[in-house]
């Protein structure tokens, strides 16, 4: 695992050297666009609107364009912003642990001690758990300021990144705004349901079948020897069908099959197989003549 950059963490004259690596990785397999007739590879060229030429990386700006005029950031202009130039993640409160929202988390970084004395990492790691507070920090990552939270996984200081309030929609439905009763009934019963399938979460039991049956299709079209992509038959896919009418199962009955339906399946997979009998050891004698059959009348 590689750092991505260094930096340290910074509240009050408390200073914290440490090295950022990316907490997550991506397992999906790449794939490209090729021409279906030859499948010679689809490549993208920066060409210049204007001049008609290719441009390399090099020579190329960032602007803004509020659609009356273009203003051109080179390099230099971006590097002139402070935060741009900075490498703290300085700390600006420490709040409860449980007001943060799920829905703000963005990315995820580990955190590194990067000093011959990791103590006052490990101080701030121990105070984080003893209180119970998620430190909001402030910190500069590929050109943009980022809203942070600084907590501890493990034995480990993790840095996730947050969206800013703005950039979080607000969720607002007209059927929602109507007056549904639920009676008790029904909350007894989704409360069953809910039971039935009530477990520990163990990520390791779920895997992305897209990508495993993905990499087996690929396997099998190497073994096969095609070098160029053929016409695979997936099987025609169903129309989508028009669910608004029909029969309407009623709530209830909905519920009572559900909670039937896991329990069933629980109770078969917790039921013992069953054991086979143990094969009988072959006669040393020899077979007696077969009798010639005789038809029995109907």
Partial sequence: ??????????????????????????????????HDKDGGRIKYQRRCEI???????????????????????????????????????????????????PIMFERSYFLEPDSRSP?????????????????????????????GALRVRGDVLML?????????????????????????????????????????FSPEKFSDDYQEELRELIEAKLKRGDDLSTEETFGEQ?????HSGGEVLDLMEALRRSVDA????????????????AAKKPATRKPAAKKPSVKKSA
């Fill in 51 to 101: 001049c008609g030429r290719i441009v390399e990386f090099e020579h190329i700006d960032k602007a803004y364009d509020d659609g009356e005029r273009t203003v051109i950031l080179t390099a230099e202009d971006l590097s002139t912003l402070p935060e741009e130039r900075s490498r703290e993640i300085e700390v600006v409160e420490f709040v409860p642990s449980d007001q943060l929202d």
């Fill in 1 to 34: 695992m590689r750092s991505i950059w260094k930096g340290a963490i910074t509240f009050g004259l408390v200073n914290v050297p440490v090295k950022v690596y990316s907490a997550t990785e991506d397992h999906d397999i790449a794939l490209h666009q090729v």
């Fill in 262 to 277: 896991s329990r069933a399946s629980k109770g078969a997979q917790n039921k013992p197989a069953a054991k086979k009998p």
């Fill in 160 to 200: 996730q990144s947050l969206l800013w309030d703005d950039e979080v929609r607000e969720a607002k439905f007209p059927a929602l705004d109507e007056k549904i009763r639920i009676s008790a009934p029904e909350l007894k019963m989704s409360e069953q349901l809910v039971d039935s399938f009530a477990t520990d």
């Fill in 119 to 147: 103590k006052a990492y490990a101080l701030l790691r121990r105070t984080l758990e003893e209180t119970e507070r998620t430190a909001i920090v402030h910190f500069a990552l590929r050109q943009k300021t980022r809203l």
């Fill in 238 to 242: 169903p129309e989508d069908d028009d």
